[in-house]
């Protein structure tokens, strides 16, 4: 069964310093990811989405994300971290009839 | 303004009360669907709709019922609420029912059992 894991609940970063989310999945054929923010009291963003081709992927608000295949990974990134990034962000594969599975979230703290 | 909205944003209700959770999308989208976010696990789906008068189960579906009389409308409906459904509830849509198909997301309703 498809499955997306996300190993850091809560990440806590420094305003400027850079980013990285890690995002696992478990398909069997090729992926389609996402990673989607969500704002307090907001519905989910999407920020970014992979389908074929280019493993490197750019998204809105600076942030960028990589698909490795051999790691089965889509991690998120972004080089230089503002207060207003402080929200939960989720990782999710498409399952089929535009079902999306998401992982479970990171929630990103920002010290100023 | 595209959008998809729900109603109520937040309700407190109790065991046993029926309920219904309203969403509309004012573009004319063909597919929608109903996720309940649970900390600790993410989103997960409970209905979708294709199309009107078309609807499916996703991975949550127990105690839920859902409608698509029409295009614009997706109601959530909980017959016999239960403290095991107190959760944030999103609705999202998406022109078509595939993959490259970006999806629009409701605020959210915040519904407490009690």
């Known amino acids: 069964a498809q499955s997306v894991t996300q190993p850091d609940i809560h990440i806590t970063v420094s305003e400027g310093a850079s980013l990285e989310l890690r995002c696992n999945y478990s398909?069997?054929?090729?992926?389609?990811l996402f990673w989607y923010v969500q704002s307090p009291g907001q519905g989910l963003q999407l920020l970014l989405k992979y389908f074929s081709g280019d493993t490197l992927v750019q998204g809105i608000k600076g942030f960028e994300a990589e698909f490795k295949r051999s790691q089965s990974s889509f991690n998120l990134r972004k080089p230089s971290v503002h207060w207003s990034d402080a929200a939960e962000y989720f990782c999710?594969?498409?399952?089929?009839?535009?079902?999306?599975?998401f992982g479970a979230g990171t929630r990103l703290a920002v010290h100023p | 303004e595209a959008q998809v909205t729900q109603n109520p944003r937040y309700l407190i209700t109790v065991t046993g009360k029926k309920l219904t959770v309203t969403c509309s999308q004012n573009?004319?989208?063909?597919?929608m669907s109903w996720y309940r976010q649970d900390p600790g696990l993410g989103l997960r789906q409970i209905y979708y709709s294709m199309n009107v008068e078309v609807t499916d189960k996703g991975d949550v579906p127990e105690g839920y019922k859902v409608s698509r009389k029409e295009k614009r409308n997706f109601p959530l409906i909980l017959e016999s609420p239960s403290p095991n459904q107190t959760s944030l509830y999103f609705c999202?849509?998406?022109?078509?029912?595939?993959?490259?198909?970006?999806?629009?997301f409701g605020d959210g309703t915040r519904l407490s059992i009690l």
């Open positions: 999202a849509s998406s022109l078509l029912a595939g993959a490259h198909q970006p999806q629009h």
């Open positions: 999710a594969v498409d399952g089929g009839y535009n079902k999306l599975i």
């Open positions: 398909y069997g054929a090729t992926p389609y």
């Open positions: 573009m004319n989208h063909e597919y």
